[in-house]
């Protein structure tokens, strides 16, 4: 079965400044993606940004990078420029490319950006 | 494009009650999934749809919790009777192929 894990509970940021969260699962599958939702306290599940197993370019989404190091199974989430918006909760998941595409959750890493 | 409703946002009941919540996904989406998201936690995925036919349920209690997805659209989650347990956030997301799965603003279950 595949896991999540998300081993920062809590992080903090300056405004401005930049930010990793991390994130490692695991697999027997070579095929699959991983994201990086947002919860902001409205509840509402917000993709943030997404990878591809198969591509080796880690994506980007302005502000919004990752490090995807597939051998290590390391997929973690760098914001840059932080903004007061971005105070959230950040939950890191992996989907199937094949069968039930059914998400898997990390438990999550709470974001407070500092001004 | 009109995102995945859900009703109530908010309710709170008495153990051994029952409780229902709607979800109306986003148009054309064949796949539906619930999740229980516990405070503190990840969402957990409780019961997957494909139109209007069960993919995933493992981890639904079916003891007391029942879903459906009538004519593939609109689904409800019911549970019957209610433990203090299960206070948390009930998501509901839809997607469709070669799409990601597009959440709702879930809702607050406090079982009192």
């Known amino acids: 079965a595949q896991t999540v894990t998300q081993s920062q509970p809590e992080m903090s940021v300056q405004e401005a400044e930049t930010v990793t969260l991390s994130c490692t699962y695991d697999?027997?599958?070579?095929?699959?993606?991983l994201f990086w939702y947002k919860q902001p306290p409205s509840r509402q599940m917000i993709l943030v940004i997404r990878?591809?197993?198969?591509?080796?370019q880690n994506a980007t989404e302005n502000r919004f990078s990752v490090n995807f190091q597939k051998a290590a199974k390391s997929f973690s989430l760098k914001i840059s420029d932080s903004q007061l918006g971005d105070a959230a909760m950040y939950f890191c998941?992996?989907?199937?490319?094949?069968?039930?595409?059914?998400?898997?959750f990390g438990t999550g890493t709470r974001l407070k950006v500092l001004a | 494009e009109a995102g995945v409703a859900q009703s109530p946002r908010y309710k709170i009941i008495e153990k051994r009650q029952s409780v229902a919540f709607w979800c109306n996904p986003i148009s054309g989406h064949a796949t539906l999934y619930w999740y229980q998201q516990i405070l503190g936690q990840g969402p957990k995925l409780l019961i997957q749809f494909q139109n209007n036919g069960v993919v995933d349920d493992s981890q639904l209690p079916k003891d007391r919790f029942s879903a459906e997805r009538l004519k593939g659209v609109d689904s409800t989650l019911k549970i019957q009777p209610a433990k203090l347990e299960d206070s948390a956030v009930y998501l509901c997301a839809s997607r469709e192929s070669f799409t990601e799965a597009f959440f709702g603003q879930g809702t607050r279950l406090t079982v009192v």
């Open positions: 998941a992996y989907r199937s490319a094949s069968g039930t595409y059914k998400y898997i």
């Open positions: 697999t027997s599958e070579s095929d699959y993606y």
């Open positions: 990878q591809e197993a198969y591509k080796q």
